[in-house]
């Protein structure tokens, strides 16, 4: 009986350790911004969003940020009637948008000293369940143990099958958005 | 025709045109500056607690969504009970309240607005309350993330009365 208990333990005691050393290694974030600008002669329009989740891992390099659609806001309100309607992105049968990758050059950034490292991130984005791949630059600062990612990166409306196919908004919304994020952990 | 009569017509065509312009412009002025849904202004869709939102989207994510969430992102306004399990600010200097029980495996993320932070910051840790927001999204497990999302609940207010 006492071996049992001996073993059972054990077990308990590696399952904790190893839960521990996962939450070491895995960072989540704490604060995020993406933005979203796009470009025409007609106009531009840019939207914010606060409310994405985001891993790290310090020892993989594993990134993964699960964007909430809906909480794109933009100035006006009829913008953000077409981006969520269901000609545009679909929001409500499409509520979330997910960045799923590696930082490729792990090699190149010391997460225990302070300072700010050139990151490339390469991975695949999904929207509205089309995925693409995605190869971007970005930096890594680390400062007083706090890390924070920054990144860029260009999405073609075409390639996710987004797009208006008629009227104003096809004409006033560019064919490639700049999205530029910034997750804190 | 007459001189007059002809008068008469083109003066209803051009009224009638002007018209037209007046209303199709007072349309599109509407329309361009329509301005956002005001949430607390609105009644409440729906009244539940932390764990019954959070175990009905566990139970089937889209069902919920499609109960839920609006197709032009006019989604449902919800008052949520529950226990305030965490606080934090958002980039955006917006409170952000986490109501979660403590078996639950998800709780309801409550962002709050410039002008309604205050009451946020008067919420303890461990303190029952009830908050209205507009629901943005449920909670679900993410495999890649290897966490449970919390259903996003923003535009929010704590509930007095």
């Given at each position: 009986?006492?071996?049992?208990?001996?073993?059972?333990?054990?077990?308990?005691?590696?399952?904790?350790?190893?839960?521990?050393?996962?939450?070491?290694?895995?960072?989540i974030?704490?604060?995020?911004?993406i933005?979203?600008?796009?470009?025409?002669?007609?106009?531009d329009?840019?939207?914010?969003?606060?409310?994405?989740?985001?891993?790290?891992?310090?020892?993989?390099g594993?990134?993964?940020?699960s964007?909430?659609?809906?909480?794109?806001?933009?100035?006006?309100?009829?913008?953000?009637?077409?981006?969520?309607?269901?000609?545009?992105?679909?929001?409500?049968?499409?509520?979330?948008?997910k960045?799923?990758?590696?930082?490729?050059?792990?090699?190149?950034?010391?997460?225990?000293?302070?300072?700010v490292?050139?990151?490339?991130?390469?991975?695949?984005?999904?929207?509205?369940?089309?995925?693409?791949?995605?190869?971007?630059?970005g930096?890594?600062?680390?400062?007083?143990?706090?890390?924070?990612?920054?990144?860029?990166?260009k999405?073609?409306?075409?390639?996710?099958?987004?797009?208006?196919?008629?009227?104003?908004?096809?004409?006033?919304?560019?064919?490639?958005?700049?999205?530029?994020?910034?997750?804190?952990? | 025709?007459t001189?007059?009569?002809?008068?008469?017509?083109?003066?209803?065509?051009?009224?009638?045109?002007?018209?037209?312009?007046?209303?199709?412009?007072?349309?599109?002025?509407?329309?361009?500056?329509?301005?956002?849904?005001?949430?607390?202004?609105?009644?409440?869709?729906?009244?539940?607690?932390?764990?019954?939102?959070?175990?009905e989207?566990?139970?089937?994510?889209?069902a919920?969504n499609?109960?839920?969430?609006?197709?032009?992102?006019?989604?449902?306004?919800?008052?949520?009970?529950?226990?305030?399990?965490?606080?934090?600010?958002?980039?955006?200097?917006q409170?952000?309240?986490l109501?979660q029980e403590?078996?639950?495996?998800?709780?309801?993320?409550?962002?709050?607005?410039?002008?309604?932070?205050?009451?946020?910051?008067?919420?303890?840790?461990?303190?029952?309350?009830?908050?209205?927001g507009?629901?943005?999204?449920?909670?679900?497990?993410?495999?890649?993330?290897?966490?449970?999302?919390?259903?996003l609940?923003?535009?929010?207010?704590?509930?007095?009365?």
């Amino acid at each position: 009986m006492k071996k049992v208990a001996a073993v059972i333990a054990l077990v308990i005691g590696t399952i904790t350790l190893f839960s521990f050393k996962q939450t070491d290694d895995k960072l989540i974030s704490k604060k995020s911004q993406i933005d979203i600008f796009s470009h025409t002669d007609a106009e531009d329009i840019n939207a914010v969003n606060f409310s994405s989740t985001a891993t790290l891992s310090k020892e993989s390099g594993d990134v993964v940020v699960s964007v909430p659609m809906q909480s794109f806001e933009f100035k006006k309100a009829l913008m953000q009637k077409h981006f969520n309607s269901e000609k545009f992105l679909d929001t409500k049968a499409f509520p979330k948008a997910k960045f799923k990758g590696k930082i490729t050059n792990l090699k190149d950034i010391n997460f225990t000293k302070d300072g700010v490292y050139n990151a490339t991130v390469s991975g695949e984005m999904t929207i509205k369940e089309t995925t693409n791949p995605v190869n971007e630059k970005g930096t890594v600062t680390v400062k007083g143990g706090q890390v924070t990612v920054d990144t860029k990166l260009k999405i073609v409306l075409a390639d996710y099958k987004i797009a208006f196919e008629k009227g104003k908004p096809s004409k006033n919304i560019a064919k490639t958005i700049d999205v530029t994020m910034k997750i804190e952990y | 025709m007459t001189k007059d009569k002809k008068k008469k017509i083109r003066k209803i065509v051009l009224l009638t045109i002007l018209f037209g312009a007046l209303v199709g412009g007072a349309i599109v002025f509407y329309l361009w500056n329509m301005p956002h849904i005001d949430v607390q202004a609105q009644k409440a869709d729906f009244s539940v607690s932390s764990t019954s939102i959070v175990n009905e989207y566990l139970k089937d994510e889209k069902a919920a969504n499609a109960k839920y969430l609006g197709d032009e992102g006019d989604s449902k306004i919800f008052v949520i009970k529950g226990t305030v399990k965490s606080k934090d600010t958002d980039m955006n200097n917006q409170v952000t309240i986490l109501l979660q029980e403590a078996n639950d495996k998800a709780g309801v993320k409550c962002v709050f607005m410039a002008e309604t932070n205050n009451n946020a910051n008067t919420l303890q840790i461990g303190q029952q309350t009830k908050i209205k927001g507009i629901i943005r999204s449920g909670a679900k497990y993410d495999e890649d993330l290897e966490l449970y999302e919390d259903v996003l609940l923003e535009k929010c207010d704590v509930v007095t009365e």
